[in-house]
């Protein structure tokens, strides 16, 4: 007799070998989805995200002071002009405005009739008498036995026509263009094309570098609007960002130049003033000691002594704007 199998047991027994399964519609994910941010590995825990958010918050509020003093220059640069032009007082006001001299008569005692006329007459330009042939005759201007040669009739002819009326003021000539007008004219003008690779320096203080290179972006309100580069392993341009300063940098025309040419014949010597590259700038330091193919310099601000090599090193030249040309160094012979 054989045993009575349990029921589960026969149907699964009498099911087939192989279930066909149904295949799903594949369905896309969402773009923002986390699982999406993960897969690309772009997702951020909370205190990642939180700290991403304050970066940005920061940024955008350096970005805004840097709009705002970049707007209280232009509009100081403007009073300036205003007061040196005369349109407004060093206090703020206006200017008064200068009446113009009428013809009415200045207070004080009338004249008698025929003493005014007798006046007006001696003020009036004496005319020329005409002969009857229509010339003019020479003796006919002549004002007795004291009074001075005649005049031709070119000069007394220019002469009534610059005869002032009364009432009316003379014209003033125009001033000529102020110096400073002009060399604020020439500095406004760009010597540079967008797009062009330039060396700029921020002014930021000891933390930064004296020189960096960078793009330009546009020039606009007098002033240019630029990127930060970097060399990366490859010697390839991209971009750079230094801490706590915004993402385009501007800076006036005269903080900007271009990428000084290099010197092979330039070799620093011991308490010489040269530029040391380091962190994608170029910074001031001072020779101290000079050994076989190394140098050791000091950054003076930070006390910082740095020993590298003459690659990494050049010499301080002058950028002239006015002859487009940089101020050669002066190469010393080498110590024998």
Same mark, same amino acid.
């Given at each position: 007799r054989s045993p009575i199998a349990p029921p589960q047991l026969q149907r699964v027994a009498t099911m087939p070998c192989e279930i066909p399964r149904v295949r799903l519609q594949h369905l896309p994910e969402v773009a923002g989805a986390l699982r999406a941010q993960r897969r690309l590995g772009t997702s951020l825990c909370s205190r990642q995200r939180s700290e991403r958010e304050e970066m940005e918050r920061k940024n955008a509020v350096a970005e805004a002071a840097e709009e705002a003093i970049a707007s209280a220059e232009d509009y100081v640069e403007e009073v300036k002009q205003q007061l040196a032009e005369g349109i407004i007082r060093p206090d703020g006001s206006l200017p008064e405005k200068r009446k113009r001299q009428s013809g009415a008569r200045a207070p004080g005692p009338r004249k008698p009739a025929a003493e005014k006329a007798a006046s007006?007459?001696?003020?009036?330009?004496?005319?020329?008498?005409?002969?009857?042939?229509g010339k003019e005759s020479g003796a006919a201007v002549t004002a007795g036995p004291t009074s001075k040669k005649?005049? +031709?009739?070119? +000069?007394?002819?220019? @002469?009534? +026509?610059?005869?002032?009326?009364?009432?009316?003021?003379?014209?003033?000539?125009k001033k000529a263009a102020e110096p400073k007008k002009a060399a604020k004219k020439a500095t406004a003008t760009p010597l540079f094309e967008v797009g062009a690779m330039v060396e700029v320096g921020l002014q930021a203080g000891a933390a930064f570098a004296n020189w960096y290179e960078a793009q330009l972006i546009e020039f606009a309100k007098g002033k240019w609007k630029m990127t930060l580069q970097r060399r990366d392993?490859? @010697?390839?341009?991209?971009?750079?960002?230094?801490?706590?300063?915004?993402?385009?940098?501007?800076?006036?025309?005269?903080?900007?130049?271009?990428?000084?040419?290099p010197e092979p014949e330039w070799t620093p010597s011991v308490d010489e003033?040269?530029?040391?590259? %380091?962190?994608?700038? *170029?910074w001031k330091v001072k020779v101290q000691e000079v050994s076989?193919?190394? %140098?050791?310099?000091?950054?003076?601000?930070?006390?910082?002594?740095?020993?590298?090599?003459?690659?990494?090193?050049?010499?301080?030249?002058? *950028?002239?704007?006015?002859?487009?040309? %940089?101020?050669?160094?002066?190469?010393?012979?080498?110590r024998r």
């Open positions: 007006e007459n001696a003020a009036a330009p004496k005319k020329p008498r005409l002969s009857e042939g005649a005049k +031709s009739p070119a +000069s007394s002819a220019v @002469g009534a +026509s610059t005869i002032e009326k009364p009432g009316k003021k003379a014209a003033e000539p392993e490859a @010697g390839e341009m991209e971009p750079l960002r230094l801490q706590g300063r915004p993402v385009t940098e501007t800076a006036k025309p005269e903080m900007v130049r271009p990428v000084p040419p003033t040269c530029e040391l590259l %380091f962190s994608d700038g *170029w076989t193919g190394a %140098f050791t310099v000091l950054y003076a601000p930070a006390n910082a002594v740095h020993t590298v090599g003459l690659e990494r090193l050049r010499p301080v030249v002058n *950028w002239d704007a006015e002859a487009s040309r %940089f101020d050669k160094p002066v190469i010393k012979p080498a």
